[in-house]
T-cell receptor
Framework: DTGVSQNPRHKITKRGQNVTFRCDPISEHNRLYWYRQTLGQGPEFLTYFQNEAQLEKSRLLSDRFSAERPKGSFSTLEIQRTEQGDSAMYLC????????????FGPGTRLTVL | GENVEQHPSTLSVQEGDSAVIKCTYSDSASNYFPWYKQELGKRPQLIIDIRSNVGEKKDQRIAVTLNKTAKHFSLHITETQPEDSAVYFCAAKQNNNDMRFGAGTRLTVKP
């Protein structure tokens, strides 16, 4: 499968625990995006990378959220001290770059915080 | 920042009829407008997109129109089929900015 992949697909955790998700973009895509989607809503932008540089971060993003893309390939999204309100689907998308704007989504990681 | 509004939130049509979903955006600098289809439990899939230098684009039964002056764009699906049933999201984006999505339209095509 040459599409965007995400792991794990599902994560159940207790409130207060830390969780980390991984996203592998389509190879050669230099832009990588993280979104959060709750039931009945469209994806909400969290942050994006161009290669290894994190270029933009949503003002809605709590300090408990951090993302990295150390080598400009895969990315991780970490949530510290999870809260019940963090329960959502976390989607990753990638795009080729500035000229090509199409974003291709991964299957998502569904987080449930108990 | 950009704000995208989408309506209707739900749409039910009979198989073979047309379906139209409309979106408005607030930032005149937005220049890319994709539409995504999301089936239950699956990832959003790009079905068609349009750039601000084009007024209309068609791909088989799907078409998108853009009115830059009024800052609205629409998705048109003709000859709807039951497999078109899904949630559809519009979005708007500027070159180096994030993409903003509408809240989605749940389309049901009744056989």
């Amino acid at each position: 499968d040459t599409g965007v992949s995400q792991n794990p697909r599902h994560k159940i955790t207790k409130r207060g625990q830390n969780v980390t998700f991984r996203c592998d973009p389509i190879s050669e895509h230099n832009r990588l995006y993280w979104y959060r989607q709750t039931l009945g809503q469209g994806p909400e932008f969290l942050t994006y990378f161009q290669n290894e540089a994190q270029l933009e971060k949503s003002r809605l993003l709590s300090d408990r959220f951090s993302a990295e893309r150390p080598k400009g390939s895969f990315s991780t999204l970490e949530i510290q001290r999870t809260e019940q309100g963090d329960s959502a689907m976390y989607l990753c998308a990638s795009s080729l770059g500035r000229v090509t704007l199409e974003q291709f989504f991964g299957p998502g990681t569904r987080l449930t915080v108990l | 920042g950009e704000n995208v509004e989408q309506h209707p939130s739900t749409l039910s049509v009979q198989e073979g009829d047309s379906a139209v979903i409309k979106c408005t955006y607030s930032d005149s600098a937005s220049n890319y407008f994709p539409w995504y289809k999301q089936e239950l439990g699956k990832r959003p899939q790009l079905i068609i997109d349009i750039r601000s230098n084009v007024g209309e684009k068609k791909d088989q039964r799907i078409a998108v129109t853009l009115n830059k002056t009024a800052k609205h764009f629409s998705l048109h699906i003709t000859e709807t089929q039951p497999e078109d049933s899904a949630v559809y999201f519009c979005a708007a984006k500027q070159n180096n900015n994030d993409m903003r999505f509408g809240a989605g339209t749940r389309l049901t095509v009744k056989p």
